[in-house]
């Protein structure tokens, strides 16, 4: 019966180092997000605080119920600039 070749695996050699430049990555500077998510939550509750208090006559009379809403947006906004965080 013949015999089989016997295959000899080739040494491995790592793949070369990326190079400097090529692992530059762009860091942006997001100080801002903090602040502005923290005013919008602040804005939005107090328009809604400011609304019960009232009974319903501040921040805007002409709005009734959606100064509800309104609050609610700020608060919801505050949460939209949060995803920018990192």
């Known amino acids: 019966m013949p015999k089989s070749r016997i295959r000899k695996k080739s040494d491995f050699t790592p793949p070369p180092a990326p190079s400097k430049q090529a692992t530059a990555i762009r860091l942006t500077n997001r100080s801002w997000v903090a602040p502005v998510m923290l005013a919008l939550f602040l804005i939005g509750l107090a328009w809604i605080v400011v609304f019960y208090v ?6 805007i009379q002409s709005f009734d119920n959606w100064n509800i809403v309104v609050g609610f947006g700020f608060i919801a906004a505050g949460f939209g600039v949060s995803t920018q965080w990192k």
């Open 54 to 59: 009232t009974e319903g006559d501040l921040p």
